[in-house]
């Protein structure tokens, strides 16, 4: 019965690569978002989805892409992963006007 | 633009001891604020949020803010801290722009509860 779920939690891949973190939420919220902690902790967000349609797009190398099959679903795919990728990735949820968002429990990526 | 300030990237308090983790936002509209706890190695847990309701806000596990417009602050207080409070606890401004919003999260601080 996880609200906001995320797969999978850890990941460690090499230099190059192409990987794909899943993120599903069964709270029937609107908007879907992703964000990046990085090791100092900082929290910064990189997309956020309305109803499968991208709302924002920050300064996110466009190695990133967000992916929403369906208002439940918002998957990242990242390519050519580099090492300063590595970081903790959290999918969050929201009903509209931001009003009380719920987090995902992150995935660990390491690249090495 | 808006932006949350959390002064104090680590804060230390005795067990039994008063905490207060300070917050101080910016925001050119009025403002939805939220404190968030992550323990090591977990996802973010909110512990309260403020809406425009009572600005004295009480959340879980005994903590409580309180919303002060004149002073753009939102700092987080428990009277008596526990041992499993020790925690990163982030403070965060969402503008209220509909759908659109997201959240702007502060650098975070670290809470550590000595026995």
């Known amino acids: 019965d996880t609200a906001v779920s995320q797969t999978p939690k850890y990941l460690v891949t090499q230099m190059g690569n192409d990987k794909s973190i899943k993120c599903e939420q069964n709270l029937g919220h609107d908007t879907m978002y992703w964000y990046k902690q990085d090791s100092k902790k900082f929290l910064k967000i990189m997309f956020s989805?309305?109803?499968?349609?991208?709302?924002i797009n920050e300064t996110v190398p466009n190695r990133f892409s967000p992916k929403s099959p369906d208002k439940a679903h918002l998957n990242l795919h990242i390519n050519s992963l580099e090492l300063g990728d590595s970081a903790v990735y959290f999918c969050?949820?929201?009903?509209?006007?931001?009003?009380?968002?719920?987090f995902g429990s992150g995935t660990r990526l390491t690249v090495v | 633009a808006q932006s949350v300030t959390q002064l104090g990237s680590h804060v230390s308090v005795s067990e039994g001891a008063l905490v207060l983790l300070r917050c101080n936002y910016s925001s050119s509209v009025p403002p939805y604020l939220f404190w968030y706890v992550q323990y090591p190695n977990q996802g973010l847990q909110l512990l309260l949020k403020?809406?425009?309701?009572?600005?004295l806000v009480k959340g879980i596990n005994g903590f409580e803010a309180e919303f002060k417009k004149s002073e753009t602050s939102f700092h987080l207080t428990k009277p008596s801290a526990h041992m499993s409070d020790a925690a990163e606890y982030f403070c965060?401004?969402?503008?209220?722009?509909?759908?659109?919003?997201?959240?702007?999260f502060g650098k975070g601080t670290k809470l550590s509860v000595k026995p």
């Open positions: 403020y809406t425009s309701a009572a600005t």
């Open positions: 989805y309305n109803n499968k349609e991208l709302i």
């Open positions: 969050a949820s929201s009903p509209p006007q931001g009003y009380g968002y719920t």
């Open positions: 965060a401004v969402s503008d209220r722009g509909g759908s659109q919003g997201n959240l702007i």
